[in-house]
């Protein structure tokens, strides 16, 4: 019987991502209270937040494990300038000015990164008014 090719893509969307915190509870905070995500719920010491039909884990970190890592989380704000200045109103640190990428007309595709509580990186990424 002959295998038929898979699907493409093989996947149709990421359905959840998982970071490690030494202060799991105290990370949820900055998540939930700082960047507004909604806390879904708790099993065996991992938190989960949805963000927009995406699981975000926040959970214990294993030993000889690293907090922080090389992934960078990048959302897109509801409104750009209304969440720049309440994350900086939060006391959030931008760790640089605005990075336009694309500009079209009247808009500009915008980056701007920053850091959890923990050093996980994150970052504002969207389109905001020219």
Same mark, same amino acid.
């Given at each position: 019987?002959?295998?038929?090719?898979?699907?493409?893509?093989?996947?149709?969307?990421?359905?959840?991502? %998982? +970071? @490690?915190?030494?202060?799991?509870?105290?990370?949820? %905070? #900055?998540?939930?209270?700082?960047?507004?995500?909604?806390? %879904?719920?708790?099993?065996?010491?991992?938190?989960?937040?949805? +963000?927009?039909?995406?699981? #975000?884990?926040?959970?214990?970190?294993?030993?000889?494990?690293? +907090? &922080? &890592?090389?992934?960078?989380?990048?959302? $897109?704000?509801? @409104?750009?300038?209304?969440?720049?200045v309440a994350l $900086?109103? =939060?006391?959030?640190?931008?760790?640089?000015?605005?990075?336009?990428?694309?500009?079209?007309?009247?808009?500009? *595709? =915008? *980056?701007?990164?920053?850091?959890?509580?923990? &050093?996980?990186? *994150? %970052?504002?990424?969207?389109?905001? =008014? =020219?």
């Amino acid at each position: 019987m002959p295998m038929s090719m898979p699907p493409t893509p093989l996947f149709t969307r990421m359905s959840q991502v %998982a +970071i @490690a915190s030494d202060e799991p509870v105290k990370l949820i %905070a #900055f998540y939930r209270d700082v960047l507004g995500f909604r806390y %879904a719920f708790e099993t065996g010491g991992m938190h989960f937040l949805d +963000i927009g039909g995406v699981m #975000f884990m926040i959970g214990p970190k294993y030993p000889g494990m690293t +907090i &922080g &890592g090389d992934a960078t989380f990048y959302f $897109e704000p509801t @409104a750009w300038d209304a969440t720049e200045v309440a994350l $900086e109103k =939060a006391g959030v640190d931008f760790l640089s000015p605005v990075i336009v990428l694309q500009k079209a007309e009247g808009r500009d *595709l =915008a *980056l701007r990164t920053f850091k959890d509580p923990e &050093g996980h990186t *994150l %970052a504002m990424f969207g389109w905001r =008014a =020219a």
